[in-house]
Every structure is written in C-alpha cells, then in structure tokens.
C-alpha cells in the first residue's frame, strides 16, 4: 500500500517501491526473473541500493504527476514490460492511456502528461540521465543539470521539444547528446582534445589514476547518478565526473551473459546500421564494460588511489564500487582483463576521447617542488634518473667539500 504523508494540511500519496517492482529495470520487456536469482552469486546484495535510491526519485515527483496517475509501480512496471528495440515514448504513453493509468486535470494535456511520465521512468530505469520534471512547460522534454552547467559528449543540451517523440529512443534521446556513443568518436571541439584523442595510444595505470590527477592536475571527483557522463572533464572547474553505481552495469551485464536477457538500456540501442554516432546493442556492452574497467585504471590498480577512494567515500552503499576501487585484486575477470597497460583502440575504444583528455591533462603538468618531484613516478626510468643524479652528485660535491675542508684545515695548521 502506498505510504501517506500530510502536507500543507492534504494527504498526499507516496508510492513505496518493492523489490519485485525496481527490478523490472533490468529485466524489461524479457520474461520474469525472481529477485533472488537475479542478486545470486557475485551480485549477492551489491544492488540492494536500487530500491532505495528509486523510491527517493518517486518521492520527488511533482504533484501535478502523482495527481494524474493510477499506481506509479504499476506504470513502472508496464514502461519496461512493453519496451522493445523501436518503441518510442509515444508507444508507451498510448499504452498507459488505455490501460487508464494516466488522467489529467482540467488544465492538462492527458497525452502530454503521459509522454512526461515515460520519460521520467525511462531515464530511472536505464541510469542514462535525471529527469527534470517540472522545470519547464510539458511541450518540452528536461534532463537535470548533473554536471553545473557543462556540455560534453552526453549532455549537449538539456532540453528538446516533442518533435522526435514518435521515433525510437535512440532518436529521440540522440536530441540531448551522445549519452551511448559508438566507439572510437569524438565530438569534441577543442583542438588539444582532438589532437589528444588521434595522439594517445596507450595509457597506463601509474601514469593517470585518481590520486596523480588530484595530487599534480588538483582534479576533483564529482560522483553521479547517472553513467551518460561518466569520465566526462570540465576544464573550467576541473572536476572529473564518475557514476556512482558500477553494480547497475554489472547487473545489466550479468543478466544479458548468464540468461540471455537484455535490460530496459539495451531498447536505447540504435536499429540503424548507418548511423554514425549512436551505440548498437554490442556497443552498449562494451560501454559497460569499460566503465567498470576504468574503475580498476582510476583507482584499484594503485596504491594510493585505493587509499584515496577509502577517504573519498566512507560509506558508499554500492559494494561492487567499494571492490573496484578500493582493493588491490578484484573477483571479476570474466567481465573485464586487467592489463599493465591499455591500448585505448582495444580496450576503451567508447571512452578512448575522454581518457585520452584526461592523458593529455596529465602529460602537460610538471611537479612543483621537491617534495612533488619526490612522488611524481609517472615514469619511473626518468624518476630514478634524475634521483640518482641528485644522489650521486650531491655525494659528489659534498665529497669535494669534505676534501676542501680539510686542505684548509692542513694549511692553518701545517
């Protein structure tokens, strides 16, 4: 039953969110799967958080919307049981208005409504983007500012209008930014980034992780709720954003690999082979496979960015996060292969234009200071060069000194 709360002297409805209703988000369209088996094996609690963190979204509807809807799990439920690869967000409202899911006020457009409320569940079911309901009029279409303003590869603009509401999700979503993009592309504008994305080949884990590039480039980490901007730089802030929830690709991924069953993001894949910028279903594979990948580059194959991640966040409710990023070994292998180094072409082909930025801001920054000069290993041939130069030399100098010393000491007493 949902909970009641009084506000301003009226009850207001809040849905409570059950465990079987949040995990329609990974199973979608595809046949049912009980909770248990989906949390079993490695999975076992990591994504107990979902429910949670779901039920905190419904709580922030306005209530222009819970005043128009039925049952909110309900609709949830039919959003991700009657998407497929195609659907558009005009399929899905038609289809709440004719099970009555929907109604309007007077002063409301139904369909409008309805559209509004898909885009929404849509957003809460794939982790792609925060909607913005209630920021503008319901002719337009808002994803909330996550990044304070910036513009990268995934949020291009915030807002967009109802013309490409009929086509399929990938269409329509393309019209806010590259939130699934193909590999190996880059849309940047910034010369040094495109110069850096054709330039930079490999990256290695003791040349860009968490702690290099908050120690010498002082980047700050901005963690989301949303993995469209994951890895995504603001220069002018210098703030690194990073999804706070590698669990939901995890779960998306093992559900696809150990059943065969393709969550509500896979419905965002492109049907078109000739579309040059927007993920197939392979692609949004290798997308979450990267973003977990780039956790162990970041942070768990360095020692001082495991121990930076432990002071970053004492209690993050995601255990998968808390694996990846904090300890030296991880129990995943058949998800990713932790490497030495990284070709950006093999194994970060989707997010080879962000760490080749984020490589790039690196490579141009010099230590300042002794004690910067003593930390900075980025290349270790070069650092115990030039520390053994230091050592040696100064042996040496002080050496002659000694021996100076004690020729004067020889002349002043002969």
Not at 103 to 122: E, G, H, M, P, T
Not at 275 to 301: D, K, M, P, T
């Amino acid at each position: 039953m949902p909970q009641r709360e009084i506000m301003t002297g009226e009850e207001v409805n809040r849905p409570t969110v059950s465990d079987g209703i949040a995990f329609y988000a990974l199973v979608g369209g595809e046949k049912p799967v009980t909770y248990s088996k989906l949390l079993s094996g490695k999975l076992d609690n990591a994504i107990n958080w979902y429910p949670k963190w779901l039920e905190t979204q419904f709580e922030a509807i306005p209530p222009w919307i819970t005043d128009c809807v039925q049952s909110l799990p309900e609709i949830f439920k039919e959003v991700a049981l009657q998407t497929a690869p195609g659907t558009s967000i005009d399929d899905l409202a038609s289809h709440l208005l004719r099970l009555d899911l929907v109604k309007s006020r007077k002063d409301q457009d139904v369909r409008l409504v309805a559209r509004s409320i898909v885009f929404a569940i849509l957003g809460w079911q794939t982790m792609l983007f925060q909607p913005a309901l209630g920021t503008c009029p319901l002719q337009l279409m808002a994803v909330a500012d996550v990044m304070d303003g910036y513009t990268g590869q995934a949020f291009m603009k915030f807002k967009q209008d109802h013309s490409t509401i009929k086509r399929p999700l990938s269409d329509f979503l393309l019209g806010f930014g590259l939130m699934l993009p193909k590999e190996n592309i880059c849309v940047s504008e910034d010369t040094e980034d495109l110069q850096a994305y054709e330039k930079i080949d490999i990256v290695r884990p003791e040349e860009i992780n968490v702690s290099l590039l908050h120690r010498f480039a002082r980047i700050d980490v901005e963690w989301v709720d949303v993995m469209a901007p994951h890895l995504e730089f603001d220069k002018a802030t210098n703030k690194l954003y990073i999804f706070r929830h590698p669990s939901f690709c995890m779960a998306n991924l093992s559900l696809l690999e150990e059943s065969g069953m393709r969550s509500m993001i896979y419905n965002c894949a492109t049907q078109d082979d000739d579309n040059s910028q927007w993920a197939s279903e392979v692609e949004i594979s290798q997308f979450l496979h990267e973003i977990l990948l780039s956790y162990r580059l970041l942070f768990g194959q360095n020692k001082e960015s495991r121990r930076g991640f432990k002071e970053m966040i004492n209690n993050a409710d995601d255990m998968i996060l808390q694996q990846l990023c904090s300890n030296k070994d991880h129990q995943f292998e058949e998800l990713f292969k932790e490497r030495d180094f990284y070709r950006l072409k093999r194994d970060f082909p989707i997010l080879r234009s962000r760490l080749a930025t984020l490589n790039h801001q690196m490579s141009n920054l010099k230590p300042r200071g002794w004690k910067e000069l003593w930390k900075d290993k980025r290349n270790s041939a070069s650092w115990l060069t030039f520390w053994a130069v230091i050592v040696i030399g100064g042996a040496g100098l002080l050496l002659a000194l000694i021996q100076d010393l004690l020729q004067a000491i020889q002349l002043a007493h002969p």
